[in-house]
Nanobody, 118 residues
Framework: QVQLVESGGGSVPPGGSLRLSCRGS????????VAWFRQAPGKAREGVGC????????YYRESCEGRFTLPRDKTMNKSYLQMNNLKTEATGIYYC???????????WGQGTTVSVSS
């Protein structure tokens, strides 16, 4: 049974940093694309970033480019979303999923909440 579990959410002031973690079970995370999506209160879910299989490519939402990165830890079977210089619009629930395209993501985590406020 494939499961994804996110962790690392929290509350930070604008300009702060958070590292979200997506741990996989029942699949090898390094062999799978891992995408991060977020849903802000009252808004539709949107893509934040995605790392392709075996780290061949990385994609970022334009507003996140240069501040977010997508490291992996193969020994821990985890993929991460490192978020720096956070802005208030980053507030929302963050999900990891197994496809860079939302409609093709078969597996999703339960979400972790990020709040950016002063």
């Amino acid at each position: 049974q494939v499961q994804l579990v996110e962790s690392g959410g929290g509350s930070v002031p604008p300009g702060g940093s958070l590292r979200l973690s997506c741990r996989g079970s029942g699949l090898i995370v390094a062999d799978s694309p891992v995408a991060w999506f977020r849903q802000a209160p009252g808004k539709a879910r949107e893509g934040v970033g995605c790392i392709s299989r075996r780290d061949e490519s990385k994609y970022y939402r334009e507003s996140c480019e240069g501040r977010f990165t997508l490291p992996r830890d193969k020994t821990m079977n985890k993929s991460y979303l490192q978020m720096n210089n956070l802005k208030t619009e980053a507030t929302g629930i963050y999900y990891c999923a197994t496809s860079c395209q939302e409609e093709f993501s078969k597996y999703w985590g339960q979400g972790t909440t990020v709040s950016v406020s002063s």
